[in-house]
């Protein structure tokens, strides 16, 4: 393809996005497939020769969009919203055509220089500490993960390489941390032909040495113990997996504050003495601004305190929520955050930026550089020791240009447009909200918080509820989907499209009714 050609396909994919967009409307938000349906639209082998790029064209319709579930649809209330606009597709544009891979400052200067100024605007608009700045002479930073999950991985590690050094400095802490299972392993390394030359040569290998970082001891990895909710999102487990570290997740309760459930300080400083008293070292707790099954918060200050207190780090996965954080009326959610660790939410889910772009924040970004540092020869450049290298604070090497999205959506929409579509999603869920609470078939099961109302039938089983769930989704003019709490089976209807009205929503509640009727006719025929 020269730049002809490119120009002109170019330009048509621009229409057919823009066309696509125009017709999201006349869709229905799930698409009627089965797995497996493409095999009979893509042969099982690639073609040999050049095919015409209209017949490209030709078959996006059936092969592609056709099993697509619609996010950006208006009746489209599934988990959380993934944002988007124009603006943020033609910075995706520009990403694409430059291509680069900004592991380091000198791989692409104004990858790195155009993020650290984003992020600092971002600090000023959604009202962050100050110390989260790139440009505050604190080691505190920011930089752009690709996911919440992402980031939740990062302040994993990174808690974990600070207890692990913070053991390995003490030499009371290192001896009562040596368990039989710690020991074992360091006697496998020593008893290794690999661990030295001297085992290499008597058996005849090749000589090599095995690296063991001195912040990512995995004999001590034993006795350490993370802390989130067990209304948590599912990353945290997955981050404990991967780090190879106890979770223990603590019982939320209702607070007063939000009807909703959080995790109390006593509960927090109860599970720290028992552990401690069992040779557990807590060493970090995950804190959740809006859960994914509720939109609940989690009391930052009371409990980023005891964090504080106790030299545990403090994270809060604000993936949902923390996009509000720029309109000044829900900034309570944050109280606090001056005594946290690090900070994280999602743009692509809040603030018109597609997927994938999501914020972190480190209080010290100083030191955990040093415990993600590797440093081959091949990536030392002579500036590395006065600008960034983001390479150091992510699992990847290579990234994208994620901040273009942020600085083409912040400038072309100004923060009071954000602002207000942020508040137009919450005035449509509050509708929705007063629907159901006026309701004499359905109950709210938490007050409806920021974009999301969670409900179920009421005086129902958990059987009749899943059994709604399912026929609104069969139904396929809308989608949900459903959680629980405890034992609790109930659905979450969450403002996720830009293009979703209060008529949307109001057709919502009709469809729900209408099916909910349809559903307790049939179940009430079943138990007849």
Known sequence: MDPAEFREWGKKMVDFVADMWEGIPDRTPLPDVKPGYIQALVPPQAPNYPEKWQAVFDDLE?????GVTWWHHP???????????????????????????GFTWKSCPSMT???????????????????????????????????????TLIAFFAARAKAVEEIKNSPTMLQSIQTEVGQKFKDLLGKS?????????????HSSEIYLHPFHDPAVFDRLVAY???????????????????????????????????????????????????????????????????????????????????KIWAHVDAAYAGGFLLCPEFRGMGDGLELVDSFNYNAHKTMMVNFDCSPLWLKDGKSAVKYFNVDPVYLKHEHQANTADY?????ALGRRFRSLKIWFVMRTFG???????????????EVFSRLIAASLTFDLVVPRNLGLVCFRIKNASN??????????????????????????????????????????????????????????????????
């Open 463 to 528: 059987e009749v509820n899943e059994e709604l769930c399912n026929a609104i989704n069969e139904d396929r003019r809308i989608h949900i989907v459903p959680s629980k709490v405890g034992e609790v089976y109930f659905l979450r209807l969450a403002l996720c499209s830009q293009l979703t009205t209060e008529k949307h929503v109001r057709f919502a509640f009709d469809v729900i009714s209408e099916v909910a009727q349809r559903t307790l006719d049939k179940m009430s025929l079943i138990g007849s």
């Open 62 to 66: 059936k092969v592609v969009l056709s």
């Open 113 to 151: 220089e155009l993020e650290l100024a984003v992020l600092d605007w971002l600090v000023s608009a959604l009202g962050l500490p100050d110390h989260f700045r790139n440009s505050h002479p604190g080691p505190g930073c920011g930089i752009i993960q690709s996911t919440a999950s992402d980031a």
């Open 228 to 310: 989130c909710s067990d209304q948590a999102h599912s990353s945290v487990e997955k981050a404990a997996m991967l780090a190879g570290v106890r979770l223990r997740k603590l019982r939320s309760e209702r607070d007063e504050r939000y009807g909703n459930f959080s995790v109390t300080a006593a509960t927090l400083e109860a599970a720290i003495k028992e552990d401690r008293a069992h040779g557990l070292h807590p060493f970090i707790f995950l804190l959740t601004m809006g859960t994914t099954n509720t939109c609940a918060i989690d009391p930052i200050r009371e409990l980023a305190t005891i964090c504080n207190r106790e």
């Open 193 to 205: 032909p690999f661990s030295g030359k001297k085992g290499a040569e008597q058996e005849g290998q």
């Open 391 to 395: 390479r150091h604070l992510q699992v």
């Open 415 to 429: 923060i009071e447009k954000i602002q207000q579509y942020l508040r137009d999603g919450c005035a449509h869920a």
């Open 75 to 101: 009746n489209f209330y599934a988990y959380f919203p993934t944002a988007l606009s124009h603006h943020a597709i033609v910075a995706d544009i520009l990403s694409g055509g430059i291509s680069a891979i």
